[in-house]
């Protein structure tokens, strides 16, 4: 469902919710006091009004059938929801009219689009459609224009639907604002934790196999005169760290690339990862992945992120040799389970410097959860779930 099929489906729920009140108000004395109209009529108007807002609930479900249609025709403006306003201001005129004129209280109704028109569009649209409510308003009262304190009434109405209008529009605006901010905001924090995580990774990985090379090479420059043989192996040694060196930087790189965004290309890209880590490592890493719906990429680049972080904690701090990873659906949901036969650990005495926190935070990020089971000599399970 669209985001404007949902805005509108809240105007149409206003509507029915309307429709019931009146048909309850008509019932009180003073309320058939004020209709112009002998009964009949108005409840022939009463029929037409849930006629249209049947009609107009049917619309707003064929709303992305009617965009896709009229794409490329004179008549695309039919697929926005922009033009629904317009006939919802007239049947408001016209129940206006027939129930009282200046004294009815369904001019009250012209608050739901103002309000909805400025929840979801600019403050120019929102005032435009304000300044048709108060022509409407002032069209459907017209009759009444001699009776005492008309102008006061209608002078007060366009005042506060104005008023309205702009004040829900800047509210909107200023909340849509706010929004963006913290998407920047954890945008930052995001790319933050990712440098701080490539800074340990070089700290703990390439830096040391350097400095170990680096020793190697120091150590070469002393034997070559004294102990040529003995400065052959340690040749052999510093080439072997340059090349676990070199292993490292390539895996590094490897783990920023772009995750795969499709799910096809997400369980291949997740697929390529388990084997290069398992050969690396020398860890036997079993992968069971069904075709799973992937729905957003950053869902993706999380679910990597993830795997990735408890496939290095399984091997670096629980010295695991074999690893479990799961990822299935069941209904609605996605369920991963990574489970390793590592020496564990107690999860209440452990803090989050094993990326445990940065790993729940990336899936409460898309309204899941996840729990950590481990205990020493016992391996640990990571268990997530996430909403599809």
């Not at 249209?52 to 025709?73: G, S």
């Not at 979801?120 to 001699?146: C, E, G, K, S």
């Not at 799961?326 to 094993?354: H, Q, W």
């Amino acid at each position: 469902m669209t985001e404007q099929q949902r805005r509108q489906l809240v105007i149409v729920a206003c509507w029915w919710a309307g429709i019931l009140f009146a048909l309850l108000w008509f019932q009180f004395p003073y309320v058939r006091g004020l209709f112009q109209q002998p009964p009949p009529f108005i409840y022939s108007l009463y029929a037409i009004a849930v006629v249209y807002v049947a009609l107009r609930t049917a619309i707003v479900f064929a709303l992305p059938i009617i965009a896709t249609r009229t794409q490329h025709t004179a008549f695309n403006w039919l697929g926005s929801d922009h033009w629904l306003v317009l006939p919802d201001m007239l049947l408001l005129t016209l129940g206006v009219h027939f129930t009282g004129g200046i004294q009815s209280d369904l001019y009250l109704a012209f608050f739901v689009p103002i309000v909805a028109c400025g929840l979801a569009y600019r403050v120019r649209f929102t005032l435009l459609i304000a300044f048709a409510a108060a022509v409407l308003h002032l069209i459907a009262t017209w009759h009444d224009r001699f009776e005492p304190h008309y102008w006061e009434y209608v002078a007060t109405r366009t005042f506060f639907f104005a008023i309205i209008g702009w004040l829900v529009s800047f509210i909107a605006r200023s909340e849509e604002g706010r929004r963006q901010r913290e998407n920047v905001l954890r945008q930052e924090l995001a790319v933050a934790e990712e440098r701080a995580r490539i800074a340990r990774e070089l700290h703990d990985s390439a830096g040391n196999a350097l400095v170990a090379a680096i020793q190697h090479a120091q150590l070469c420059q002393h034997l070559l005169s004294q102990s040529p043989e003995q400065a052959r192996q340690q040749l052999s040694e510093h080439i072997a760290a340059l090349r676990y060196a070199l292993d490292e930087m390539r895996e590094l790189v490897f783990h920023l690339r772009p995750v795969s965004l499709s799910p096809d290309e997400f369980a291949n890209a997740l697929r390529q990862f388990v084997a290069r880590f398992s050969q690396r490592t020398g860890v036997q890493v079993n992968l069971q992945l069904d075709d799973l719906p992937i729905p957003s990429p950053a869902m993706s680049i999380a679910l990597m992120r993830l795997v990735q972080e408890a496939l290095t904690n399984a091997v670096k701090h629980g010295k695991a040799t074999v690893i479990e990873v799961t990822m299935k659906r069941e209904g609605r949901n996605l369920v991963g389970i990574i489970r390793d036969n590592g020496v564990g650990f107690e999860p209440e005495r452990t803090s989050a410097g094993l990326g445990l926190q940065t790993m729940q935070e990336r899936i409460a990020a898309f309204g899941g959860n996840l729990k950590i089971q481990s205990a020493p000599q016992q391996g640990t399970t990571v268990e997530f779930t996430l909403p599809l």
